[in-house]
């Protein structure tokens, strides 16, 4: 997808005549326009769009553990057990188990201000957040464009939904921090699972996440260990010229030109980012 340019400033004309003589005139009518409040809220407003792919280290700072950090969740749990489709298939009661913990953990945390941070940038760009978490520290911040790569755990759908290995938007639904156990059904009568893409499944949104940065004029990612694909390929859809900034305390692994690393945690590293993004 080309990127979107800002529409070109409207040229005054004068019917071929240069300003002398009607410079006053043609300023006063320019006045005359921007200070009429009908006209202002037309005007073009190139708000530049800005891309946040996001991981499980912008939710860090609010209690919600990591994955491959010490202490992250694969150090504690085996994520072929617990996350992935041969899991499930093997033991669904563990799963469902898992996801009920996680739950709670999501109900307690509250978005720290990072997550805020990147709510407010909404005031002044036109901010679209892709996440791989499953939390939904980003909306309670305030973000109201979220595309969840990974599912969303306050979430369900039925284990075999119409397509019956994969699922219609409409099957899906909100449970908040309830509860889903063994024998929980689904309008179709189908076990209930959480909507959550686990590990041998397709990744619904990719394509979507794709075009969202591929349209962007800025890319932040925050708080990801880009290991996990395909979400972890996904700055590769930035333009050429498309400034990318990383918010991460750690080394990743990528090397490209466009990537300016800011090594911080994330509620830090939005107060540098800000920063950089006003001299863009
Ligand atoms: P990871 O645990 O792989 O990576 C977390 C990243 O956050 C690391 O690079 C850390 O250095 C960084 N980090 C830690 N604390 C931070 C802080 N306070 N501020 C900013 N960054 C911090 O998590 P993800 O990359 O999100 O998928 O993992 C991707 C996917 O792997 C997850 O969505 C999940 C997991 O398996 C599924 O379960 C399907």
Not at 41 to 69: C, H, N, Q, Y
Not at 132 to 141: F, G, K, P, T
Not at 204 to 228: C, H, M, Q, R, W
Not at 243 to 263: E, N, Q, W
């Amino acid at each position: 997808m080309a990127e979107k340019k800002a529409p070109p400033r409207t040229k005054i004309r004068t019917n071929g005549r240069t300003c002398k003589g009607w410079g006053l005139l043609a300023v006063c009518e320019v006045f005359a326009y921007l200070y009429n409040p009908n006209h202002i809220k037309t005007l073009p407003m190139a708000r530049k769009k800005i891309a946040v792919l996001t991981g499980a280290g912008v939710s860090a700072e609010s209690g919600i553990s990591t994955f491959r950090d010490n202490d992250g969740l694969w150090e504690n749990f085996d994520p072929y057990e617990v996350a992935s489709i041969d899991g499930w298939l093997k033991d669904p009661g563990k799963m469902l188990t898992f996801y009920n913990h996680m739950r709670t953990h999501v109900r307690d945390a509250k978005p720290n201000a990072a997550h805020k941070a990147i709510a407010d940038m909404e005031k002044d760009y036109d901010v679209h957040v892709i996440t791989q978490n499953v939390d939904n520290l980003h909306e309670r911040a305030g973000s109201t464009k979220v595309l969840h790569l990974h599912g969303e755990v306050t979430k369900v759908r039925p284990e075999r939904g119409v397509y019956d290995r994969t699922y219609s938007e409409a099957e899906v639904f909100d449970i908040g921090y309830s509860e889903v156990n063994l024998g929980d059904k689904a309008p179709n009568g189908e076990q209930l699972r959480p909507h959550i893409v686990w590990f041998g499944e397709a990744v619904p949104n990719i394509e979507k996440a794709a075009d969202i940065v591929s349209a962007a004029d800025v890319l932040l990612i925050v708080g990801t260990s880009l290991s996990v694909y395909p979400a972890a390929g996904l700055y590769r859809y930035a333009g050429n010229d498309t400034p990318i900034f990383i918010i991460d305390p750690k080394d990743l692994p990528v090397a490209d030109r466009r990537i300016h690393h800011i090594k911080e945690v994330a509620t830090k590293g939005m107060e540098e980012f800000l920063l950089c993004l006003e001299t863009l």
